[in-house]
């Protein structure tokens, strides 16, 4: 079978975008540039392998767990579903915290990523900021192990901790950073993410605000003399966090950022001891 018809069968099927996209990665190639391929004989193999990534599409599972990876700030990261996807908004929760640290800082950082997933933030933070040491943290080991193949992707020498958020850590740190869990228990979500998505990194109590408290509840000891927090949101739960980091941290400054759509997706917290 050629690319040619490979992709006209995909797109008997799939949504056309979707079906360029995996085509070019059979080929290993970019979609852009599958006109030169047309007339190429693809594999019996190949061809398999995409009858069966077109049949978990139709199952409506997500296109970035079909693919298995995704990229994220410029790096490629190994997926599947025992993490969450990473979104666009926490590649601007990233950048807007590399600002902060580059601002704030003059030597290296120890960085904490609550929550870490993936391992996204904390890996990508790795790269581009000075750091002394950067430790992910995750109560999922099935979450630890997709952490761990990006570190062996990324050459990281990034720890991991299995800790329900700040349990098993004993450190302070220059940069605390968290996506945590924030939607409501009962709070509708779209249903490729909800049948998809690994719930334990999705939902967070009645109001969505566990992880945040949990989180706040214990984070001064871990804290050094200066401190940068930077969380991401739900976009309706400024009012409600700001309560809870003034109930914890009375004298830190406070920030809430948008993301590009306008909405309350960050808060950055700055600390320093008198």
Not at 67 to 83: A, C, K, M, Q, T
Not at 155 to 163: D, F, G, M, P
């Amino acid at each position: 079978m050629t690319v040619e018809n490979l992709l006209f069968f995909a797109k008997g099927h799939i949504h056309s975008d979707h079906a360029k996209i995996l085509v070019a990665e059979l080929l290993n190639c970019n979609p852009l540039e599958l006109l030169n391929h047309l007339e190429a004989e693809v594999s019996e193999a190949k061809v398999n392998l995409l009858k069966k990534e077109i049949k978990a599409l139709e199952e409506n599972k997500p296109l970035q767990y079909v693919l298995g990876h995704i990229n994220f700030y410029g790096n490629d990261f190994y997926i599947d579903e025992r993490v969450l996807i990473p979104r666009f908004e926490t590649e601007e929760l990233v950048e807007n915290t590399i600002k902060y640290i580059n601002k704030i800082f003059t030597e290296p950082v120890d960085i904490i990523d609550l929550g870490t997933g993936s391992g996204v933030i904390g890996l990508t933070l790795e790269k581009k900021v000075s750091t002394k040491s950067v430790d992910l943290i995750d109560i999922s080991k099935d979450a630890l192990d997709v952490a761990h193949i990006n570190c062996e992707k990324l050459s990281s020498k990034a720890n991991l901790i299995q800790s329900d958020m700040f349990q098993n850590v004993d450190k302070k740190y220059d940069v605390i950073i968290s996506n945590p869990p924030y939607i409501k228990t009962e709070e509708e979500i779209e249903e490729i993410v909800k049948n998809n998505e690994p719930h334990l990194a999705l939902y967070a109590g009645k109001e969505g605000l566990d992880c945040y408290r949990k989180i706040l509840e214990n984070i001064s000891i871990h804290m050094k003399d200066k401190c940068l927090v930077a969380f991401e949101i739900g976009m309706t739960q400024k009012e409600e966090i700001k309560h809870l980091i003034q109930q914890y941290l009375p004298t830190a400054q406070i920030e809430v950022k948008k993301d590009l759509s306008e909405k309350d997706r960050m808060i950055f917290i700055y600390y320093e001891k008198n």
